[in-house]
C-alpha cells in the first residue's frame, strides 16, 4: 500500500511506496495553515485507504469461489472492489456527526473515504480537496493497473504484495527471466509480480530436478534433498512443490494454493486443519519408530509450522525457495559434471532450457 506522511519541515503531505529496489516519495500537497494534529489524521486516514483498496487486489474476489453467490466471501470481496466508484463522494461529501450520532459504512474503503472527508471538511480548503481527491484516483489507477499485470509507476509496489492469483503476461515474463537466467535474476523481485514469477520458478525447478536427478540417478521429487548433503538448502518448500509437480498438478494450482494457505494463517485462520492434525501425528510417529528422546522430539515439533511460507511476505519467501531450490539443481549437477564451474553452469543452464522446452505447455 502507499504511505502518506506530513512533512513538518515543508508543511506538506508526502506518499510513499515501495519498489523492490527500496521505497519512492512524491509531494501529494503543499498544506494550507493547520494544526499537526489535523496533518498527521488526513496522512494517516489516507494511509488506512490505501491499505483497504490494495487489500482488493491482494484478496480478489476470484481466489474465494462465487462472487454471484449472495454474502459469500467471494461476493464480499466484489462488492468492496465495485466501492471504488464512491469514494470520491466519500471524500467531498462525508458523513457528519448529526444529533443523532454518526453514520458509518461496514465497508473499509467506504468508511475510509469518509473518515478522509471528515478531515478535509474540518481543514475546509476546496483546493486541497480537489488535490486529494486527484491522489486518490491516482492510487486507484495503480491498483487497476497491477490488476492487469502492468507494474509500472505507482502499481510496481505489488512486487513486494502476496495475491493469491496469477498473471499470464506477468508469468510470461518471469520465463523469459528465468530461460536467460534459469537460476533468476534480481528483476524477478523487482519488475514482477511475485505470484507469478513463482509459478515459472516452479516450471523451471521441475525442468532442473528432472535434468539434475537424471544425471544423479536420483527422483526428480528428491533431488534438492540430495544437494542439501552438498550445501545447505531451503529443502522443505522446493521439495513440496517438485512432489505435487511429478503428481501431476500445474505451477498455477500450486503457487495459488500455497500463497492462500499462508494468507489465511496470516489472518488467523487454520487451513484444511484435519491436514495440520495428520502432520503433526506424522511427527509423533517418526519419533515413536526412531526411540526419539523427548528432547528431540519436542525439537522436531518446535520446528513444525501451520504454513509452510512466511505468513507476512508469502509470495516473495516462496519465490526465494524456488530459486534456491533451483540452485540445489545446479549444485547436484556438477557433482556428476567434468568441467571449469563456468562451463558447467553453462552446460546446465543449457541443458535446464531444453528440459524447460518440452514441458512448455504445463507452465499454466
Request: aromatic share 4%; proline share 5%.
Amino acid at each position: 500500500m502507499t504511505r502518506y506522511a506530513f512533512d513538518a519541515d515543508r508543511n506538506a503531505l508526502v506518499a510513499i511506496w515501495a519498489t523492490g529496489r527500496g521505497d519512492l516519495a512524491t509531494t501529494v500537497a503543499e498544506l494550507p495553515p493547520i494544526n499537526h494534529d489535523q496533518a498527521t489524521s488526513l496522512a494517516s486516514n489516507l494511509t488506512t485507504l490505501s491499505r483497504f483498496q490494495w487489500r482488493t487486489y491482494t484478496h480478489p474476489a476470484s481466489a474465494a469461489g462465487d462472487p454471484d453467490i449472495p454474502n459469500s466471501e467471494a461476493w464480499r470481496r466484489a462488492e468492496e472492489r465495485r466501492n471504488f466508484k464512491e469514494v470520491e463522494a466519500g471524500i467531498r461529501t462525508p458523513n457528519l456527526p448529526t444529533d443523532h450520532g454518526l453514520v458509518v459504512s461496514y465497508s473499509g474503503v467506504v468508511e475510509s473515504a469518509h473518515r478522509v472527508g471528515r478531515t478535509l471538511h474540518a481543514i475546509d480548503d476546496a483546493t486541497l480537496r480537489d488535490t486529494i481527491a486527484a491522489e486518490v484516483r491516482t492510487e486507484q489507477a495503480a491498483i487497476e493497473s497491477a490488476e492487469l499485470g502492468d507494474l509500472s509507476g505507482r502499481a510496481r509496489q505489488a512486487v513486494e504484495l502476496s495475491r493469491p492469483d496469477v498473471s499470464p503476461a506477468q508469468v510470461q515474463a518471469a520465463d523469459e527471466l528465468l530461460r536467460a537466467d534459469p537460476l533468476g535474476t534480481v528483476e524477478l523481485f523487482t519488475e514482477l509480480d511475485p505470484a507469478s514469477a513463482s509459478v515459472a520458478a516452479a516450471h523451471w525447478l521441475y525442468a532442473a530436478a528432472e535434468i539434475a536427478g537424471e544425471l544423479a540417478g536420483v527422483p526428480t521429487a528428491d533431488v534438492v534433498v540430495e544437494a542439501d548433503d552438498i550445501e545447505a538448502l531451503q529443502v522443505e518448500t522446493p521439495t513440496l512443490v517438485l512432489e505435487r509437480l511429478t503428481g501431476g498438478e500445474t505451477p498455477t494450482e500450486i503457487v495459488v494454493d500455497l500463497i492462500a494457505e499462508a494468507m489465511s494463517v496470516s489472518e488467523g485462520h487454520v487451513p484444511a486443519p484435519w491436514g495440520v492434525v495428520a502432520r503433526v501425528a506424522e511427527i509423533e510417529e517418526q519419533a515413536r519408530k526412531f526411540d526419539l528422546d523427548s528432547a528431540s522430539r519436542a525439537a522436531l515439533l518446535d520446528e513444525f509450522r501451520i504454513s509452510r511460507l512466511d505468513p507476512t511476505r508469502p509470495a516473495l519467501d516462496l519465490l526465494e525457495d524456488l530459486l534456491d531450490g533451483i540452485r540445489g539443481c545446479l549444485l547436484l549437477y556438477s557433482a556428476h559434471t567434468a568441467g571449469t564451474d563456468a562451463e558447467v553452469e553453462a552446460q546446465f543452464a543449457a541443458d535446464v532450457r531444453g528440459e524447460a522446452d518440452t514441458h512448455s505447455d504445463q507452465l499454466f
